[in-house]
């Protein structure tokens, strides 16, 4: 409509934080399964990113920022393992990164500029995942059996 200013908008985050743990988490795969016996030797560069389990557009720095700084956004690793599947298992190589998970709320407010009264909050159960350093290689064959080969650098 001429003559009428357009509507600007402002958004206003709160973040109430209810779990703080830190865990492995989201298996890699990172080898081909092998039916024993035989050995698999595999080498990889695997990058895991922070992530937003909500439907949320959520930026790093800004939420980087609410926990003082401390977080990558990705982590690479890259390492070499080498397992002996038995005989009569199939295996293959797993990477779990370790992650930093918080779970909690994520008050978001829409807040019509020169207007202070209007308000739109809405509420998102919001868990989050930070990569750590590290992560865990292991054995893992079909039938459960599991064998740790190491931590990665």
């Given at each position: 409509?001429?003559g ?81 599947v038995?005989?009569g ?5 797993v990477?779990?990164?370790y ?55």
């Amino acid at each position: 409509m001429p003559g009428v200013p357009p509507i600007i908008y402002e958004y206003a985050y709160d973040l109430q934080w209810e779990a703080d743990e830190y865990r492995e988490d989201r298996k890699v795969a990172v080898s081909e399964y092998l039916q024993g016996p035989g050995t698999i030797a595999h080498s990889q560069t695997f990058t895991v990113t922070w992530s937003v389990d909500a439907n949320l557009s959520l930026d790093f720095a800004r939420i980087n920022t609410v926990f003082g700084g401390s977080y990558q956004q990705s982590i690479a690793q890259t390492n070499t393992y080498t397992a002996d599947v038995p005989d009569g298992k199939t295996g293959r190589i797993v990477y779990v990164p370790y992650m930093h998970h918080k779970n909690g709320w994520v008050t978001i407010t829409q807040v019509v500029v020169g207007v202070k009264s209007v308000k739109h909050p809405d509420h998102q159960w919001c868990p989050l995942y930070f990569p750590l350093d590290g992560g865990v290689y292991r054995l893992e064959c079909l039938d459960g059996f599991v064998k740790y080969l190491g931590s990665g650098s």
